[in-house]
């Protein structure tokens, strides 16, 4: 992977963020990039996060005739799963194994849609193009939970474990993926004129 690089990444917990005006387009990687701020109520430093180091690879899946941006999103889902129940040492501190969550073919979608408006226009945002929030996104599609988050990454030529050390890195973004109120899950991994985007969306309970 080459080592000039662009990468953002971020999280929004719906329950405390607004809906905000979508970001600038990416511009192109000029010598290593600074990390911007998280989109969300969360703000990053400048420069390359600790190290946090990923669990082994999970077993080797099935093979099954999906479409490319599923296969990703299947990846992400598992491995997030391997991560909650085998516990994980975010930055903040250890956390122990929690459930599983169970993939929902609704937050599946709405992560799609905002996963493709992300990796085509360049915006690291939670706001979709119509100014939706998430919540809102994943209400319409009929899903009425209690807690809803939705993290996002966004990284030319980007891999799913460059998303998930990403997210690993970042106390907030680690908390949230392995927090036990969490019960459902859906992602999509989608390339675009601007990159890859990475989108998880969680609900619960």
């Not at 080459?2 to 387009?25: H, K, M, N």
């Not at 194994?97 to 599946?108: C, D, G, I, K, N």
């Not at 990403?166 to 899950?185: F, G």
């Amino acid at each position: 992977m080459p080592v000039t690089r662009f990468v953002l990444a971020s999280l929004c917990l719906l329950t405390a963020c607004a809906p905000r005006s979508a970001r600038a387009p990416i511009a192109p990687p000029v010598g290593q990039a600074a990390m911007p701020p998280a989109a969300g109520h969360v703000e990053q430093s400048a420069g390359n996060p600790p190290s946090v180091p990923l669990l082994p690879e999970p077993p080797v899946m099935p093979t099954v005739a999906l479409p490319t941006p599923l296969i990703g999103a299947a990846y992400i889902m598992a491995r997030l799963n391997d991560l909650r129940q085998a516990g994980v040492h975010c930055p903040s501190g250890p956390r122990t194994s929690v459930p599983a969550v169970r993939f929902q073919v609704l937050l599946t979608e709405a992560a799609r849609a905002q996963a493709a408006f992300m990796a085509n226009s360049g915006r690291i945002t939670h706001v979709g193009p119509d100014n939706s929030a998430p919540r809102e996104r994943v209400a319409r599609l009929g899903v009425n939970a209690a807690y809803v988050s939705e993290v996002i990454y966004l990284q030319r030529g980007g891999q799913e474990e460059d998303a998930l050390r990403w997210w690993l890195n970042s106390s907030v973004h680690c908390n949230v993926l392995t927090d036990p109120r969490y019960a459902h899950v859906g992602a999509s991994v989608t390339p675009g004129a601007f990159g890859t985007a990475f989108v998880v969306v969680l609900s619960g309970p």
